[in-house]
């Protein structure tokens, strides 16, 4: 596999002279959060986490996307933290972007790179550290995990994208691929965090309708999305946010590879609300 681009931000401010107007947009139906919004007034601090800042690029919100939130981690050399996430039942997903990473699940150490994923079950104790001498960035993905009677939760999992082959999508001769970290058919999961990639001219070529909560982030590359009856033009380092049922397809519109990060639910019921028992 060629050699693999992960946009990170940089942070810092833009001048006085830049103009107000840019990319930014919330709706009903989705979010766009570009990537030149990601600076340094915007970033976020968090309990027990040293040298460290994190870009929150999508949290539950009553109407709208409810069943993750997803940070963008920055730690300086020596930052990190021993107690990462004291919130009980939460999962999670990492995906380096930048540096190297010294992950720690249930004392089996694990030194991560650009490219590398890892999943950490609901209850397991992990920290993690940057040991290097330049900044690390990374995906952090949570959930609270839905648990299934009879079903037992998943194992820890740490890997790189580039042990793994991507799918490609039945009919479209290798232009629109997916690399999964875990098997879909692992009833175990309730969220899929997967690497979409698409050849230059390759699209999505219906909108996708459905009941999937998205966060998908460029990695590399630029594209044109429909969202809902929107077209937006995105590249690297833009984050789309999308509640269910909000219609999406795409074209990539760049001379390379459009690839993104992409966050679902799945492999559940449907949560019914607390209404009425009927009489």
């Known amino acids: 596999m060629s050699e693999r681009s992960y946009h990170a931000p940089q942070g810092g401010l833009p001048p006085q002279s830049q103009l107000l107007s840019g990319r930014a947009v919330f709706t009903e139906a989705y979010a766009v959060i570009p990537g030149t919004t990601m600076t340094d007034i915007v970033a976020s601090f968090l309990p027990f986490w040293e040298k460290a800042r994190f870009w929150v690029l999508a949290r539950p919100l009553s109407g709208f996307a409810e069943t993750f939130s997803q940070y963008i981690a920055e730690l300086q050399p020596g930052g ?3 107690r990462p996430d004291s919130a009980p039942g939460v999962e999670a997903a990492l995906f380096v972007l930048e540096g190297k990473l010294a ?3 249930e004392g089996v150490d694990h030194d991560m790179q650009p490219g590398g994923f890892a999943y950490i079950p609901p209850g397991a104790r992990w920290r993690a550290r940057n040991t290097g001498s330049a900044p690390v960035r990374f ?3 949570r959930k609270s995990y839905q648990a299934v009677e009879g079903i037992a939760p998943p194992e820890a999992l740490v890997t790189n994208e580039s042990r793994i082959e991507p799918t490609p999508m ?3 001769e290798g232009r629109w691929s997916t690399t ?3 098997d879909p058919e692992d009833m175990r999961h309730d969220m899929h965090v997967t690497i979409v990639t698409f050849a230059p001219g390759a699209v999505i070529p219906f909108a996708e309708t459905h009941v999937m909560e998205h966060g998908l982030y460029v990695l590399e590359g630029k594209g044109v999305y429909r969202l809902n ?8 380092g833009d984050f789309m946010w999308l509640r269910a049922f909000c219609p999406q397809a795409c074209y990539a519109g760049g001379p390379g590879p459009f690839r993104y990060l992409l966050y679902k639910d799945v492999n559940r ?3 019914l609300g607390p209404w009425p028992a009927p009489r």
Not at 231 to 236: G, R, T
């Open 229 to 236: 009856q929107d077209w937006i033009e995105v590249e690297a």
């Open 103 to 105: 992950l720690t699940i």
């Open 170 to 172: 039945p009919g479209t």
């Open 80 to 82: 990190g933290s021993d």
């Open 269 to 271: 019921h449907m949560p």
């Open 180 to 182: 999964r970290f875990v």
């Open 139 to 141: 995906h952090w993905i």
